[in-house]
């Protein structure tokens, strides 16, 4: 049995009447699926997955602190918290500092998931034998979990992902072509390294699912929000301030990271430039062009 927590009563209510949801059309949700939109209904045994966009992680975690303290919690959002820099895992562990942590992450969209289409992904927690227990939990006929111990470095691929993905929409909108994707592409993965080795990520988890995998999927594909986002300021296109876009705040955060630390992140600073419409698409291009030449390094 599953049970699914949600803001909205109404919407709800609607999804345990009707076995669908307004968020993936065509989908039929499953007879072991409870819908509700009251937390006291939270059984009291089982692992928690959290699925609300990064921003708002700290909120619901401290409005909801009692019913989730000693729990195993995983974290399915990708993203930096814009005010303070931190990973998912690390504003939990200041709101819920008693629970077991652990990160569902890597390609997926879910629509596909929801269609039953193939999925593998990394399951990531600190405590290996948590780790074996959810990947036994958590797969299914068509999801495929891999596990890792790796927190930081499952965090830091799928939030740094995004950013890449607006930059590669981006060149595609405006006209820039697929070499260009796949020059932004290979140095946003190298950019990627840089800083999730930085902050202390075995460089295989980032060739993994969650970073590499995570990568390629969400730059070639029109079904992500980011790469959309992209395709929009690359054409000069408005877009829906109300979808949920991770990798604009998440360049935000990570630019301030990268100045205060001294990193050397150009694609990410240009995205930040882009998603605060500081820069245009041209000048962005050409900053990255005009870098000074070196050798080709991670
Ligand atoms: N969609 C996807 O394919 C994938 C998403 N993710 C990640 O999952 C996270 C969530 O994304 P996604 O579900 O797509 O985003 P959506 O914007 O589609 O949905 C967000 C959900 O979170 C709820 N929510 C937002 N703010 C709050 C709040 N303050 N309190 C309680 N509930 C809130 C929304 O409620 P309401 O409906 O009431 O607005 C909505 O149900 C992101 O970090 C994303 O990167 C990861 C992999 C795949
Ligand atoms: O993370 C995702 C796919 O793995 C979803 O991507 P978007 O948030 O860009 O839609």
Known sequence: ???????????????????????????????????????????????????????????????????????????????????????????????????RIAVLTGPSFAADIARGLPTALTLACADEGEAKRLQQQLIAPHLRLYRSTDVTGAELGGALKNVMAIACGAAIGAGLGDSARAALMTRGYAEMSRMAAALGARPETLAGLSGFGDLALTCTSEGSRNFRLGLAIGRGEPFDPAVTVEGAATARATHALAQAEGWDLPITAVVAGLVDARLDVKTAMAQLLARPLKEETP
Do not use: Y
């Open 1 to 99: 049995p599953v049970w699914l927590w949600g803001r909205n009563a109404e919407v709800m209510a609607g999804m345990q009447i009707e076995r669908s949801c307004p968020r993936l059309p065509g989908a039929t949700l499953a007879p072991a699926l409870t819908c509700s939109s009251d937390i006291n209904d939270l059984p009291a045994e089982g692992p928690v997955l959290l699925a609300v966009p990064m921003q708002t992680l700290r909120a619901v975690t401290t409005s909801f602190a009692a019913q989730l303290a000693h729990r195993t919690l995983v974290l399915c959002c990708k993203g930096i918290e814009l005010s303070t820099g931190l990973r998912p895992s690390q504003v939990l562990a200041q709101t819920l500092p008693d629970a």
